[in-house]
DNA sequence: GATGAATGAGTCTTCATTCAT
DNA sequence: AATGAATGAAGACTCATTCAT
């Protein structure tokens, strides 16, 4: 997607336009002149105007994961890798701009066909396997995966809703305020 | 809107078909056909669609408002006013299908003015006394109010992210295994 | 019309809105409001929208046909008769604004009944009388019936075309200066 | 507007149904099919509906304006400029049925952009300068601009009027006869 | 008689998609 | 392969008219 190619443009004019004005609001047209493509061309790379938007969405996943899997040393310690994947993530959604608008817009949406589901649990074997390393470790409390999944994904996500509509300053006193919680409310004080 | 006039009887079908399908695949003919009366009708008691919508997430976010202050008697601890607060609200979710869903799929949507920011803003108020209380009286660290509201919302937006789209298991469990995560992140371990 | 029961006042009522917005962007509704009377009502006295504008044709018809033969003594000139009856419908064109206006957009509508043809034409019999008499006494040429009234009244809705839309200034020397070309016109120089 | 574009065939339909129909009693869907185009196609080539009305109008005045100059030499007497120019823009509203009507009927509409009043005075010029030359040749009386204005387009108007109604018979008799009352009294009778 | 809430047919306009070039 | 003119189905909304009260 970061190319020049034709279906490259289209998909880069599609996230940023719906992510500005929506899906509905977005007519096709209006891609194909972002793009610099004839309107027509669109459907040559895609087979519908809702398949650029999943095709977007799973590329865009595939980054994402790509993201969080950064900086992740074969040696780290549970505790770093719980820290550096969740900023990792909340990186990618706060410096993206873009693609983490669209992530949180389309994740509920009707137009996301509902296999990702399954394809993002799949790409989260990893947290799996790092909580059984925690645990067997003795470094965290013996939570759910579904526990830890949701404190991993909820929170940057709550962060990213207050920081995209100004509610709150993305300071790295609060970024590490709300990490720590997380941290403390799973690992076991000694 | 639990009644049975013309207006409560659109806001209700206009919850659910939304809910079910996008606010741009339920056309106000349908709208009107489940509400039982003539498209036109729906023009007498709001301006628009869209103001439809609004008006249906105003009630729909008073009514959790009020679930949330459900079952607080005056003298209860900090602790459990945390526990029970957090329950309210997902057991609103939970259990009030479409509301939970119509205020996941709408609370970053353009539809919504802006305002309701501000006005949610203000129905937090509770959240901040309750934050100042427990760290007087010793009961949590010193964390920040976004923090917690962080951590109140985005667990529950998670959890019923997961439920709704059949990843998960909603046990008692769980829901325990992740309040206990919150919990023993922001309380003092004495 | 003057009068002040409900007929006369959804008359009214219309008269002054259709003149200002336009037959279609005046809703019943819109006159029901501003002749302080319920929309059904309308319907008890008229048939249709249309109907009120039929029958207030008829009236403003009727209305300028009396201000046209008013100071007309019996033993007038034909020279004054014809200047005092021009000056008539002028005045009633120029000084009667909602009326003046109605009547020239609804001459050309398709609203109107084609009868009212046939009345118009009834309702000029006086000035087919007053060309022969003018023809008979020596005081104009031998004219035309259908010229005279292409003069009468063709001046004075031109002129008031003018007025209303600011393209004029309508004093008392050009009113004069248009009304000497028609009598100069038609009159025999001896 | 002769032509077999689409555009040309979308005023042509445009004119014709809005001049036997009236602009509300004609859908655009009315005039996509009688154009032979589909009604999306329409709004290629125009803003909206009312924009048709606005282009047609302006291409007909420019036509009526071609027209109304048509065979005047340039050393035409004062006299025959008069009368041929008469004759021309009654000749036009006479044999170009829709054109007339079209006149006749958005004249005093309010589709009808008010920036058309002004262009039109321009247009008339030409007619000032008759009547200057006619003023300093001795051939007219010193009238005023907008009382030869008021006949000129008076006359034509409501004989056009009465034509259409089936009010007169239109023959060259009559019309020299209305003519002939314009044109006796502006002129010097020497 | 009077009302005005309710209706639904009808309107303009948009836009995803096709297809001739 | 690429285009963009053309399409027409579909949607939000208006409003003349009806009818239960």
Redesign the interface.
Known sequence: MQGNSKKDRILRATLKLITE?????TPVSMIAQEAGVGAGTIYRYFKSKESIINELYDIIMKELHEATMANIPPDISVRDEFYTKWKNILNFFITREYEGRFI??Y????YIE?TV?EET?RRNIHLKLLIERGISQGEI?R??Y??I???M???????H??YV?N??NLTE??ID??Y???????RI?K
């Open positions: 004005n929506g899906f509905h609001a949180s817009q994740m509920t949406s009707p509902r589901i649990k409390r939570v759910d579904n526990t999944a949701v404190y994904w909820g929170t940057i996500k709550q962060l809703y207050l509509n509610a709150i006193e609060l305020d709300i720590s919680v997380f941290w403390e409310g799973i004080h």
